[in-house]
């Protein structure tokens, strides 16, 4: 089992930051890689970013790109994202994820 924490969500004006959270605890020995997916009211789950957890090699989804950016400390085991120049189409549910486990979610709403 792993356990997936996450943090950091809350209500923004467009072109404002924040920065998100996801902490892994659990049966973590054998991850190698953590994303962000988001999912928006009406829409389905999309690909925000991933990152290795050994080498730290990152990929952002194109709508991203620029904006957000995915780093990890290994040590703490946490994942995070930071987002800027959020826009409000970038509301949305944010979820990270590990191999099949998915954490709780934190809402990110972005007025315009």
């Known amino acids: 089992q792993v356990q997936l924490v996450e943090s950091g969500g809350g209500l923004v004006q467009a072109g404002g930051s924040l920065r998100l959270s996801c902490a892994a605890s659990?049966?973590?020995?054998?991850?190698?890689?953590m994303g962000w997916f988001r999912q928006a009211p009406g829409k389905e789950r999309e690909f925000v970013a991933a990152?290795?957890?050994?080498?730290?090699?990152?990929n952002h989804a194109d709508s991203v790109k620029g904006r957000f950016t995915i780093s990890r400390d290994n040590a703490k085991k946490t994942v995070y994202l930071q987002m800027n120049s959020l826009k409000p189409e970038d509301t949305a549910v944010y979820y990270c994820k590990i191999g099949g486990y998915w954490g709780q979610g934190t809402q990110v709403t972005v007025s315009s």
């Open positions: 659990g049966r973590t020995f054998s991850m190698t890689a």
């Open positions: 990152i290795t957890w050994s080498a730290g090699n990152t």
